[in-house]
């Protein structure tokens, strides 16, 4: 019989699941994004227990595989540095004209919506390092930003 006329089985025809991809370079936290991944944990493993779908339970443990690969490597960072911008700063700046406030944090504590931006995005790698008053370079313009303020996250857990 020719293999074009053989039925396959079911599971070879589906898109391959793939493991999450972990963020490159080091796993800095909050508290509060400590506090987060921990609960992300508790959450899956109650959810993983709990689910009776073999597909369903599979997409769960994929996703607790990373969440506990991220709570293995998380490093609380340091308070930032007196006056300078930092990861776990909270910085209040001028671009275009327009005055906005975000806080630096980890990558999976960052909700831009929130004003919390991941000490990886280019907008804060532009910021780090410069005290109230500097202008940074940023979006290939020489001083386009002016750093307002910078003072440390005052961090609530949970």
């Not at 406030?101 to 780090?128: K, N, Q, R, Y």
């Not at 001083?143 to 609530?156: F, G, H, K, N, Y």
Request: charged residues 30%.
């Amino acid at each position: 019989m020719s293999v074009a006329f053989r039925r396959e089985d079911d599971d070879e025809h589906k898109e391959p699941k793939f493991e999450l991809p972990l963020p490159p370079g080091e796993n800095l936290v909050t508290r509060r994004g400590l506090a987060k991944i921990e609960a992300e944990v508790a959450r899956l493993e109650a959810a993983v227990a709990a689910e009776a779908d073999d597909e369903k339970r599979a997409t769960l443990k994929r996703d607790l595989r990373y969440w506990r690969a991220r709570f293995s490597t998380a490093n609380i960072a340091p308070p930032p540095p007196e006056g300078e911008v930092a990861f776990g700063s909270c910085v209040t700046f001028r671009l275009n004209g327009q005055t906005r406030t975000v806080s630096l944090v980890g990558s999976d504590e960052a909700g831009p919506a929130a004003g919390l931006i991941p000490f990886t995005a280019p907008l804060a790698v532009a910021m780090t390092g410069a005290e109230v008053g500097d202008l940074v370079d940023f979006g290939g313009r020489p001083a386009a930003i002016e750093v307002l303020d910078t003072r440390p996250i005052v961090e609530q857990a949970g």
